[in-house]
């Protein structure tokens, strides 16, 4: 396994390889403290001399496809998620590679998630040899027992662009599960049978990848509209009878919560806005779609309409809540990075206040600024959080690596960033000493509210001024994780790992944040 | 005077310079021959660090947004040319890069119309070295007359993509005037009371360039919807009191002929259109914004509602009788890379079917295929055609260069290419032996129509072929040629040229086609 030749304590105090699949790593130096020095990665120049002149790029099947576009063992083959746990084209894509005999693929979804499992026996088949992206659920697994063959490669969406635009990963053949296209592989991902709102994901890979084939179960003539996706990037078109199942797009994270204990949460994060001022006209949000999260839009929204306020713009991850915000006239835009459920889906294709965004514009820390930045308040979750608000996303208490990092990593450089988070779970403290795996640096994390209160970051001076007069339960994070651990019978137990890394968690900015270690007997 | 070092004789037989302003240039080898082997143009990575979190870039003027992208000596800066005639923000650029002291600029325009006639003296004082852009009108004259200090190089919109996105051009600093923008830099062209409609040709700067000004009349809060530029790749945003007047965008050349025999003209092509079965459900076309384009549009459409027709979509160049169209449900959509009326702009304002296109989508010869070649049709002007077919629009049978290229060269990849001119104009005869300066190869171009008959291309049996049956007046370009020449006394005057070449004209794939020589006395 590559990535074991040595290890550095980063800045963070994490331990982490200096090496990983064979490529130089630069340890975490602090935030703000990594300033790039380089150029954009460079796709090559084409010839319209090469492609057909009426636009039609249409080719039987994917297997057709991945050979015209020169498949061979060692490459790197990406897929986006936009289906998530309904996308019917990533698997599909590396089985045909299965069959054209490809082998040691690096395979680089935007995220996977439990129904693309059988990529572990392609893993132990050899054609595929590790997975760089967020491995949600059986993968994670995989990777956490060490049974991968390279390293996990975790990023955020922001960080995902970051490493493609960065040359840091490149490319060969990118596959786009598209729910509309053309023959000339215009994209577009809000309309059509299958249609699930954005394919933000998947433009970097359109953009820089060497070849990008387009996989449509809609086929419209030219020109498909919105695109998305721009058939000058595309190579090749393949129909087929279904590209996904959009109504798997709702996982179990996209339901409000129903435990009193959590509503609580969510009405609090709701009144800190409006006590602290930042619920005002023209203001801006964005909400994960946990539960807490969810529940916390339906409380501001009656806020918001109570006090008269009006957002200027949503930030998605969209869902039925923010579709009522803007249908109601609560906010001026949503920009939507990802749609969450069908109300979201059907809003995108039909209001042209529904904005689908991608990682470059809202994400990615090596542009001329980004979105993320730009959003007032921003709720989200998180499996572990310790005394210095420094928070693990990807990996449970047992050290077990079973989620991805998604837009978290970006969204943490909101105006206010607040985690919301139960207090434990399974009789499990969720606010520790230290987290199992680091994902983001408390710096950035400003307010942490729980059933047992709300504790804000000591830094944010500012904030704890604005909430003087407040009658929200604020409380030091280590009185409430004290009480927590009576609760609890004492501190969560240390996870058993063993020294052998399986995975990097990478910061916005291409450094190395922490890694996930092997999971120990 | 860079590019004087030699010359070879081209596959088209025009003697061509092999270098200019100290690049090496590939004489154009014949079609499809030349093809590229390199990797695209490699922008510098920046960091979100860099910029400020609230997004806010904006700075007191244009002056100091300069000052802040380092222009200096040398720098080679552009502007876009969406306002035409009624553009406030190059010069100002220029003017503002002049006060503080830079030299020996290259100034990069879309194109250059007469309301920057000051800028020769900005040459002439040493401020601008030369112009790489299309020169309409005095300052296209200047260069005629040898005094610009550099060669002029002339390309079509898709060529200056092809150059900037090939790395051929690399631009410094990309000034973008916006008829509405955010303080993020996010920028859109049909919104606002200077509204211009698309701000395409501004987008390969605003992706490619080193550093991005955005400059506008009406700020709004983030976002600024649609992002035609996205604020991700701009630098600073300065407002000013207006940058540009909009009814400019109308000029002489896209008002509608009053002249019966140039209506005769507009009125065949309409019907050789459908005659040759071209006009039929889902077809799409083009018409430039000449008087003879416009007015064919006008007898299309009547011959379309006969026949009950619907086209999928039209190029523009959008103009009043695009928009009527797409009103009247006689297209699906326009796809307009450039609004020639207001007409044009309200439509691009408000009608999601009216789409604002790029370059890169259009034309760009260099990407996965473009938009031109799957358009049916296409009616285009010309100042001279020969009795191969072969074609110039830059210069006037005197040699003197006087207009830019357009999208003139990548239209003429469209199915079929129509070439609306009068036979002779002030008693010069239009079709000559041998083109002044060949812009466009006679293999495109499929039909010369003229108010004396029309001439189809021998190679296209086909056409011949499907309008046997035509009651159009179908004669050999060379018989139409013989009778103007006897109506006008004979063929024209040759230019009298001297041996210095002042441009060169390139070919959609950055090779050059051609040599714009200096004007003799």
Redesign the interface.
């Known amino acids: 396994m590559s990535g074991k030749t040595g290890f550095e304590v980063n800045a963070a105090g994490r331990k982490v390889p200096v090496e990983a699949n064979g490529k130089t790593q630069i340890p975490f130096p602090g935030l703000?403290k990594?300033?790039?020095?380089?150029?954009?990665?460079?796709?090559?120049?084409?010839?319209?001399?090469?492609?057909?002149?009426?636009?039609d790029?249409r080719v039987p099947d994917l297997k057709t496809a991945l050979e015209k576009c020169g498949l061979k063992s060692g490459m790197t083959v990406s897929s986006h998620h936009h289906f998530r746990n309904g996308d019917f084209i990533a698997l599909k894509t590396l089985q045909a590679a299965a069959e054209i005999g490809a082998r040691d693929l690096m395979w680089f979804p935007s995220a996977s998630f439990p129904c693309q499992a059988p990529v572990v026996d392609l893993m132990e088949q050899g054609v595929v040899h590790h997975i760089e992206g967020s491995m949600n659920g059986p993968l994670g697994d995989y990777c956490s027992q060490g049974k991968m063959k390279g390293l996990g490669v975790l990023r955020s969406h922001g960080g995902r662009w970051q490493a493609i635009?960065?040359g840091e990963i490149h490319v060969d053949i990118a596959v786009i599960a598209a729910p509309t296209a053309d023959p000339?592989?215009n994209c577009d991902g809000s309309h059509g049978p299958s249609a699930c709102g954005s394919l933000g994901f998947a433009l970097a890979d359109s953009i820089y990848a060497d070849h990008?084939i387009a996989v449509t179960d809609n086929l419209v003539?030219?020109?498909c509209?919105p695109?998305q996706i721009?058939?000058?990037?595309?190579?090749y078109v393949v129909e087929v009878d279904q590209v996904g199942d959009p109504s798997k797009i709702v996982s179990g994270t996209t339901q409000i919560t129903r435990s009193p204990e959590r509503l609580r949460i969510a009405k609090q994060i709701a009144t800190l806005l409006r006590d602290a001022g930042i619920m005002k006209d023209?203001f801006s949000f964005q909400a994960g779609a946990g539960g807490i999260a969810l529940a916390f839009v339906g409380y501001l929204k009656e806020m918001m309409r109570q006090d008269g306020v009006r957002a200027?713009?949503v930030r998605g991850g969209s869902t039925s809540y923010l579709v009522d915000l803007l249908n109601e006239g609560l906010t001026d835009?949503i920009?939507d990075g990802q749609t969450f459920d069908l109300a979201g889906v059907a809003s995108i294709g039909e209001n042209?206040?529904h904005?689908a965004t991608s990682p470059?514009?809202s994400y990615?820390?090596?542009?001329?600024?980004?979105?993320a930045?730009?959003v007032d308040a921003v709720v989200l979750g998180a499996t572990e959080v310790d005394v210095n608000f420094n928070a693990n996303v990807v990996t449970h208490s047992d050290g077990r690596l079973l989620h991805g990092i998604g837009g978290w990593q970006n969204c943490l450089?909101s105006g206010c960033t607040i985690l919301a988070i139960p207090s434990f779970r399974d009789r499990i403290p969720v606010i520790v000493d230290q987290v199992t795996t680091l994902t983001g640096p408390g710096e950035l994390i400003d307010v942490v509210a729980t059933e047992r209160g709300i504790a804000i970051n000591p830094r944010r001076t500012d904030l704890l001024d604005a909430l003087k007069g407040s009658k929200l339960p604020i409380r030091p994070i280590e009185e409430i994780k004290a009480e927590v651990e009576r609760f609890c019978g004492g501190p969560p137990q240390k996870p058993v790992l063993t020294d052998d890394p399986v995975a990097i968690i990478k910061w916005v900015?291409g450094t190395v944040l922490d890694t996930v270690w092997k999971v120990g007997k």
Not at 364 to 371: A, D, E, S
């Open positions: 703000g990594q300033l790039p020095q380089g150029r954009k990665a460079a796709p090559p120049v084409r010839s319209a001399a090469y492609y057909p002149a009426d636009g790029k635009q960065d000339f592989g990008v003539p030219f020109p509209v695109w721009q058939g000058n990037n595309v190579d023209g200027r713009f835009y920009l042209p206040r904005l470059f514009t990615n820390h090596h542009g001329k600024g980004n979105f930045s730009m450089h900015d």
